[in-house]
């Protein structure tokens, strides 16, 4: 059925208004934007954990999304290489990092305060350029069949002593590890950072293509430990509850227990602006944050949103001193080191 003249005007006076609103804040209005056109993610964070997401974005907003799938870290790359060219409006990546050196290279827009505010300073970046959705901890995994929680280190630095040679494994290319060792540089600088990754390597770890292929390792009994974030656990153990692993937290400051996060930037050569921002405002909000909380098992960030009881309480997990959104300058660098060290894919 057409639209009258009357009504068509309406809905082009109502974009017009919407638009105009998010050019708030600094940002330049952008011009209008086809609403048939669908919105373009680039998703650091895998579909088996968040298709259903996008589904209920779908079905709430009646907005299509177009997901582009990929490792975080590379996607970073990929949107660095666009330069802005691309076609993508939106960036939800697996970590801190990522999200970091995207908008270290002017791709970002900046989020208004009312946006970013339901989410504590901690978990987003100093310029609004990204916010965080979720929160995850890093967690040394282990085989109970062969060690018991009081037989593991309580630092990531004891894993490099030559008793682990041979039992170690992780995913040294996967963006969770890369932000990892950035804020262990951050923490106690690149010449021990190095150090340790020499030592890693010398310790004959099992290298590995992401954080569920290293629990499968441990499960196989391939490796005795495998450095991950805590949420995996659970995806795997609600296919198999009585997988042979669980989750070993470092003590408190160590760089081993930082607490990073899953989050979203909106990018500047997005063609739906409007169309992104209701999306950002989809995942800091009370649906969002409940399907984080109830079907991936990691931390929602909104105060009043409860994470699954089975969760070690996010207050009692201290990770290192640094700022996420420094993690994100260092991680091109990063990458290099751990290639350098021999860890690299």
């Known amino acids: 059925m057409s639209r009258s003249p009357r009504l068509a005007m309406l809905f082009a006076l109502a974009a017009i208004g919407a638009l105009a609103a998010l ?13 048939r056109a669908p919105l373009v993610v680039y998703s650091g964070r895998a ?16 907005i299509p999304v177009e997901v ?11 949107l660095g290489e666009e330069g802005g060219r691309g076609r993508a409006d939106l960036f939800f ?6 999200l970091g050196a995207v908008a270290n290279q002017g791709l970002m827009r900046e989020l208004p305060e009312p946006v970013v505010a339901p989410i504590p300073e901690r978990f987003r970046d100093p310029e609004r350029r990204w916010v965080g959705t979720s929160g995850r ?13 009081g037989d593991l280190p309580q630092s990531i630095f004891d894993f490099a002593r030559p008793e682990w040679r041979g039992r170690i494994g992780f995913a040294p290319t996967n963006a969770s590890f ?17 150090g340790w990754l020499a030592a890693i390597d010398a310790n004959q770890p099992t290298l590995l293509e992401n954080n569920i292929q290293t629990l499968e ?19 795997l153990r609600a296919e198999r509850p009585n997988l042979p692993v669980e989750n070993h937290f470092l003590r408190p400051g160590d760089p081993g227990s930082l607490v990073n996060v899953a989050g979203v930037g ?24 409940r399907y984080f909380a109830t079907d991936t098992e990691e931390y929602p960030l909104v105060r009043g949103v409860r994470p699954d009881e089975d969760l070690r309480p996010l207050e009692e997990i201290q990770g290192p001193d640094v700022s996420l959104g420094a993690l994100g300058e260092k991680l091109p660098s990063t990458a290099q080191m751990i290639s350098e060290a021999g860890l690299g894919s």
């Open 23 to 35: 050019g708030c804040g600094g940002e330049p209005a952008p011009g209008p934007e086809d609403p």
């Open 178 to 194: 890369q932000a990892f060792v950035s804020a262990m540089r951050l923490e106690v600088g690149d010449e021990r950072t190095r």
């Open 217 to 235: 390792a441990i499960a196989r009994g391939e490796v005795e430990v495998g450095l991950v974030n805590h949420y995996y656990l659970y995806e």
């Open 47 to 62: 579909e088996n954990l968040v298709g259903e997401l996008f589904e209920r974005f779908e079905r709430t907003s009646g």
């Open 266 to 289: 909106e990018l500047r050569s997005g063609a739906r602006p409007v169309a992104a921002r209701r999306f950002v405002e989809f995942l800091v909000g009370v649906e969002g944050q």
């Open 137 to 149: 901890a890093r967690v040394v995994a282990y085989d109970t069949r062969r060690l018991k929680a």
């Open 93 to 98: 990546a697996q970590d801190a990092g990522s």
């Open 68 to 78: 582009r799938y990929g490792d975080s870290a590379e996607l970073a790359a990929t």
